[in-house]
């Protein structure tokens, strides 16, 4: 985490770090050479602050903030603060200075950050289970305190019903509106979200005690469980660990509590890929797509009449452009499994080369993997590659547009 905190420092404008240093311990500000170089200065805050309880947690959120989410997330949750959004966009700040500055600016506002980045975190490490939630157009939604407070109540018991999940101590549960804006398209997604912090598991922990001893100190370790609505295409998204069962339930107790309905929730349908294409070495145009310089496929696995699972794969052949097929022709001639043309397709991963905004730079990759339920990886990536790379497959008709997409 040191070195997270060292590029937040050498990144963020002194005057912003200074502001942020002195708000949290501020005797210790004069021990600081301000013109020394940028490493130097990294780690003489690292030095003087690691040990800080109250300084040193704030600068490893807000480290973790910048290089995860930054500036993005920032102007997300203070969208609906007139006050705050112009603010921020006045100071037009870079990712790290933009963590900092909420951090300095609203302690509120910072956690809704910080929550808001571990749901994005979950969706894109596909930690999270997405429902369809069919509310109708009259239902109607309240975040109160007493409905906060009938929420904690089923997440409660929910936990108290899975095993594997520890006994519960303090929950607390807040809310918070936030307007997504996607790089690749002009509107944005209005979202509610509904994070809990529970204490859920003893964990063991060094620390230095007052005689520089260290010692062996047992607290509660903190989860966090994030619920992000999304009202108009009436979605749910839940990221928490716990199973299947578990975030289902906390659907459920999302309804019951928030909402004038409850509707039976059901998974997102996933738009299943449509793998035959690729029983055969097919066409897939760039026409019209000038971001993405290459593509191919680069590993399919098939499987015989009789069962036989066989994987292909060129990806780890360096700067070749060669594909499955062309590696499966080469070295088994008539044999090949997409000339023979009976081997059921499994999964395939498709490479993609999008040339890159910087001068200078070479393409940038981005893989897709394709498996039969219906999964992809998608949702890892930009937003903007995640869009391109979705009209493409979409184009080559291996996948469905996808339902009531207003983007």
């Not at 998608?378 to 979705?390: K, P, S, T, V, Y």
């Amino acid at each position: 985490m040191s070195k997270e905190v060292l590029r937040l420092v050498a990144a963020c404008p002194r005057r912003l770090l200074k502001d942020f240093l002195r708000a949290g311990s501020p005797e210790k500000i004069s021990l600081i050479n301000w013109n020394t170089k940028q490493v130097e200065l990294g780690k003489n805050v690292v030095r003087l602050y690691s040990g800080d309880a109250k300084v040193w947690p704030l600068l490893q959120q807000a480290a973790i903030l910048a290089v995860h989410g930054g500036r993005a997330i920032v102007r997300s949750v203070v969208n609906r603060d007139d006050q705050l959004r112009n603010a921020f966009e006045a100071l037009d700040a870079s990712d790290e200075s933009s963590a900092v500055w909420l951090a300095l600016t609203s302690d509120n506002y910072f956690q809704f950050a910080l929550s808001a980045l571990h749901a994005d975190r979950g969706l894109k490490k596909r930690s999270w289970r997405a429902y369809r939630v069919p509310f109708s157009a009259d239902a109607e939604f309240r975040f109160d305190a007493s409905s906060r407070a009938v929420f904690e109540e089923r997440i409660r018991a929910a936990i108290l019903k899975n095993r594997a999940l520890d006994r519960p101590g303090r929950l607390e549960v807040h809310h918070f509106n936030r307007f997504v804006f996607p790089e690749y398209a002009n509107n944005g997604r209005d979202q509610d979200q509904v994070t809990i912090y529970a204490e859920m598991r003893n964990v063991t922990e060094e620390a230095f005690s007052e005689n520089d001893k260290i010692e062996v100190r047992r607290r509660m370790k903190i989860d966090q469980i994030s619920v992000v609505f999304d009202r108009a295409r009436r979605e749910l998204d839940v990221v928490s660990i716990g199973g299947g069962d578990f975030l289902r339930n906390v659907a459920h107790a999302f309804c019951e509590a928030f909402s004038n309905e409850v509707p039976a929730i059901e998974e997102l349908i996933r738009r299943p890929a449509n793998l035959q294409v690729f029983e055969r070495k097919p066409d897939l145009p760039l026409d019209g797509q000038d971001r993405v310089t290459h593509r191919y496929v680069d590993e399919i696995r098939v499987r015989s009449l009789d069962g036989l699972l066989l994987t292909f794969e060129c990806k780890s052949l360096k700067r070749v452009e060669l594909d499955v097929y062309e590696l499966a022709a080469r070295r088994l001639r008539d044999q090949s499994p997409f000339i023979q043309g009976r081997w059921k397709v499994e999964s395939v991963r498709i490479r993609l080369e999008f040339s890159s905004d910087k001068v200078g730079l070479g393409p940038k990759v981005r893989t897709v993997e394709l498996k039969p339920d219906g999964r992809t990886n998608l949702r890892e990536h930009e937003d903007r590659d995640c869009f391109i790379a979705n009209q493409l497959l979409v184009k080559w008709g291996i996948l469905d547009p996808p339902r009531d997409d207003v983007d």
